[in-house]
Each structure stands twice: as C-alpha cells, then as structure tokens.
C-alpha cells in the first residue's frame, strides 16, 4: 500500500514547471484508492496549498471517483483562482454526486468566468439530475456566450427530460449557429432514444 509519504513526495511534483512531471504525478495520484490517500488529498484543498497542487489535487481527486470528496470540491467552488474553480467543476462531473448539482447551478447562474460556467453546465449534465432542467432551459434562452449554450444543450440531451424539446427545436428552426443547431439535433435524438427507452420498460 503506498504511504502518505509517497503521496507527499508526488504532490511536491504538482508545482513543477515541467507540465509532463505534474501530468505524471496526478496520474499516480489518481491510482491510488487508499482512503487514507483520498483523506490526506482532501486536505490539501482545505489549506493554502499553491494553486498548481489544488489543480492537481483536484485532477486526481475527480479521476478517482469517490463522492468523499463532494464536499471540499464544492468548497473549492468558491476559491479566488479561475484554473482552481474550473479543475473542481471538472470533477464534480466526473463524480457524478447529485449533491453538488444546487451549487453547480449557483455557480452557472454567477457572472463568473465563461470557461468556469460552461464547465459547470457540461458537469450538470453528466450527472444527469433533472432538478437541473429548469434553469439550464433558462440559460439557454437568455446566456450570450455560445460556449456555455453549447454545453447546456449537451446536457440537455443527457438528462433526457421531454420538456427540453421544444426549446431545442426553436433553435433549429432560427438556424442561427450551425453548431448549436447540430447539438440541439443531437440532444433531440438522445432525448426521444431515452424516453423510448423508458417507455418499453415500462
């Protein structure tokens, strides 16, 4: 079993210049399963540590996929570095925990960095919780940035609620982004593929 020791060891790499060095040490941080690892990891976040050890921190922590770590990656929502804010939105949705989707959907609705929000709604939609729906549908009529549109869409089609069609069809009808439009097809398809799914289980 690897000891902290060694996961301190890796975790000094984190702040290395060198981009491969720290691509290397959160994939062997992201390996190790040990609770005891994923504590010590945990607390990491809840210091000061230097911004490149909580990205990393954060890589690894979304990679291995226990839903302990809900908690401080939602903390870690409100830390003053963007890059910081971003890698935990990151791995919210890698965790799948319907419990981050109210902070999440705050974290959208901010004027916060567009990289960030729209990280935030593809994470929404990979957890797939239709609580969701509602604001997404709200985001997606009234948001300027068409990144954050593209993603919304996305999940939309992941969460496969019905009511998201006809919002989607108005899109491609106006026709106005060839992109958006292939995207609203796309989660048009995935959304009457998974309520006729539902439909023959039933």
Known sequence: MPSIQEAEKLVGKLES???????????ILSSLEEMEIIDFLIS?????????VKEGVCKSLGKIGHKKATDVLIETLNDENESVRYQAVIALGQLGDTFAVPSLLELLKKQDDPLVRSEAAKALGLIGDPSALKILLNILKKEDDRF?????VTSLGKIGDKKAIKDLQKIVKERKDDRLVLRSLEAIEAIQKA?????VAG
């Open 148 to 152: 954050i549109k593209y993603h919304t």
């Open 195 to 199: 309520n006729s799914k539902n439909v």
């Open 17 to 27: 210049k060198n981009l491969d060095a720290r691509s290397r040490a959160i994939e």
């Open 44 to 52: 990491l976040l809840k210091k000061d540590s230097h911004r490149l």
